[in-house]
């Protein structure tokens, strides 16, 4: 009984130099490890060209716009700037003449939109000065931050976080993104949204609080920013709820309309 054991002991300990060679031949100090498996860039496209743009975060501003602050029940004139994310992938690309379907997400009874010029970063940095922001913007787009406003609003009264009411799958739609040397950097112009034929926003990027160049001053001060990422410049008011067969038309002056179906 005891010579087998021994046997095998003997056989494992001979073998073990050889083992140990193998290993450090295995896994040289310069071993070029690979995932287990492959996940998608989140990109979006780059509108007239055959070019994408790859999304690294999604970042959000609260309220900037002073009418919509007081809608959510805020002080516009006292509130700093607020940012929140929303995961990369609840991006839902919307192309320019497509009325593309959006499903209605699941837990809510009272789901809005919120229109919003989106800036696309080429790069980024810490504690950008706002006179040198907009340099690092790669160009605009058009953008929804949808949003299951009964959810937001009861983690709100429970002093929770609201990520539920916001980052969820689908909850970003957006159009393609124009370059800087297209559109120019936008600071005034339409900005409105209709359901079913009917304006319900309407108002003027110049009525924004926080300028795009201060939102990336703002949010340089809390995150490092760098290319991809991508800002959602806040909603002006009158933000409201869809339901099931609702086809929202979202209109920037200067950019395609986008255009989805809620199902
Ligand atoms: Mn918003």
Redesign the pocket.
Request: proline fraction near 0%.
């Given at each position: 009984m005891a010579k087998p054991k021994k046997k095998a002991k003997s056989k494992k300990a001979k073998a073990k130099p050889k083992a140990k060679a193998a290993a450090k031949k295995a896994a040289p100090k310069t071993a070029a490890f690979r995932t287990v498996f492959n996940l998608p860039q989140v990109t979006v496209p780059i509108f007239g060209s055959d070019q994408t743009f790859p999304v690294r975060r999604i970042y959000?501003?609260?309220r900037n716009y002073a009418a919509h602050a007081r809608e959510m029940g805020s002080d516009p004139t006292r509130e700093p700037p607020f940012f929140f994310q929303k995961p990369t992938d609840a991006i839902q690309y919307v192309a320019p003449g497509k009325t593309v379907n959006h499903p209605y997400p699941p837990l809510t009874k009272n789901y809005h939109y919120?229109i919003?010029l989106v800036a696309a970063l080429k790069s980024g940095g810490k504690n950008i000065k706002a006179a040198d922001a907009l340099k690092h913007v790669y160009g605009y787009a058009v953008g929804l931050?949808m949003?299951r406003r009964d959810l937001q609003s009861q983690m709100k009264d429970q002093k929770k976080p609201w990520e539920i009411g916001k980052g969820f799958d689908y909850g970003a739609p957006i159009g393609p993104i124009f370059p800087v040397s297209k559109v120019g950097h936008p600071s005034k112009g339409a900005i409105s949204l209709s359901v079913n034929g009917e304006v319900k926003q309407n108002a003027d990027l110049s009525q924004m609080i926080w300028s795009v160049a201060e939102q990336i001053e703002k949010l340089s001060e809390a995150f490092e920013l760098k290319a991809g990422d991508i800002i959602?410049s806040?909603?002006p008011e009158n933000v409201g709820a869809v339901v099931k067969g609702d086809t929202l038309v979202a209109k920037i002056e200067g950019f395609p309309d986008l255009t989805i179906k809620i199902v």
């Open positions: 959000c501003i609260g919120e919003e931050d949003t959602l806040g909603t």
